[in-house]
């Protein structure tokens, strides 16, 4: 199996209005416009750092537009969704510190050309934050949408919030079972992403700091989640991001890089024909210095789009046919 890029390009270029960004999302819409949403402002965790969108019409990219923002308040990580090609959602992360985020919305009827208003996911719950923290949801067989989630207080904690009516009302399932280690502050599994084998039966893969990243398996679709294990994979605790081709092969996009806060080059995307049992290399996507991270995948077909944050100062996007 491999993976043919097909179209190499950047979203924007020199003229932007942010110096920093970072954290893509991607949706496919049914006309065949993409659209792409990112956090850009002065650096991370600045006050000034807004949820900026672009779409990609034919070849051509739009100009950044602002999407959210609020003076002195940060936003982040960005989570576009769209189950049918045309309803889009666009969740966001609001807060000075990221212990204490909440999780914003917005929707579009129309595929983006209009928005609502923004509105908190979850009004009043807890701080951390709820529905998706950085990948996109999944629609299972079921119906449901399962929104992989994650929060970061004294450890870090993995699990999927899950709904019935299309968005409306969430419940948050267990915590994805980890061993802590009490000696060290901050271990633990975040940011999900989510793929449905056969009616049922729901699978993540998760960010760690133990140098691999982590899978956990449901067996009651998405509602409740079995006990974290590691996989062979190296995770350099930096993002991940996953989708299933129309054949069913997997592609994961993340940094082979077995080393804890390591080098977040290359960017490569895996293969696999068995549910992520065993993976191949499909491609590699960058592998000079510098940081290439927090990757997006949607998948058409045997297409895949991906967008990934290019040292920190461009979102670099991607288009690949898998070959099995």
């Not at 949706?27 to 969108?53: Q, T």
Request: hydrophobic share 35%.
């Amino acid at each position: 199996m491999k993976a043919t890029p097909t179209v190499q390009e950047f979203i924007f270029g020199d003229e932007r209005p942010f110096a920093s960004c970072h954290a893509v999302t991607l949706a496919l819409l049914a006309s065949g416009d993409l659209l792409a949403a990112w956090f850009g402002g002065s650096r991370e965790g600045a006050g000034d750092v807004g949820i900026w969108l672009s779409r990609r019409s034919g070849s051509t990219w739009s100009p950044p537009l602002n999407m959210a923002e609020r003076e002195g308040l940060p936003h982040w990580n960005p989570v576009l969704f769209s189950p049918d090609g045309r309803h889009v959602q666009l969740y966001y992360k609001v807060g000075v510190a990221i212990p204490e985020w909440r999780t914003m919305v917005r929707g579009s009827a129309d595929g983006g050309a209009t928005w609502s208003e923004p509105r908190e996911l979850v009004p009043g719950d807890r701080a951390g934050g709820r529905g998706p923290v950085k990948n996109k949801p999944i629609v299972t067989s079921e119906g449901l949408w399962l929104a992989p989630a994650s929060v970061e207080g004294r450890y870090w904690d993995a699990f999927v919030d899950v709904s019935a009516d299309e968005g409306l009302t969430w419940r948050a399932s267990n915590l994805v079972a980890f061993p802590h280690d009490e000696s060290y502050e901050g271990t633990g599994l975040i940011q999900p992403t989510l793929w449905e084998s056969s009616p049922g039966l729901v699978h993540m893969l998760m960010r760690s700091r133990t140098g691999r990243i982590w899978r956990s398996d449901s067996t009651d679709g998405g509602r409740s989640w079995g006990l974290g294990r590691p996989t062979f994979l190296p995770n350099n605790s930096s993002g991940i991001d996953l989708a299933r081709t129309e054949t069913g092969i997997l592609a994961l996009a993340y940094n082979p890089v077995g080393m804890p806060k390591g080098p977040r080059s290359p960017l490569v995307l895996g293969l696999s024909l068995d549910e992520g049992e065993s993976w191949r290399q499909g491609a590699i996507v960058e592998i000079d210095p510098g940081e290439y991270s927090y990757p997006a995948i949607v998948a058409a077909g045997e297409e895949l789009h991906l967008a990934y944050t290019w040292n920190r100062t461009r979102i670099a996007y991607r288009r690949y046919i898998v070959q099995p």
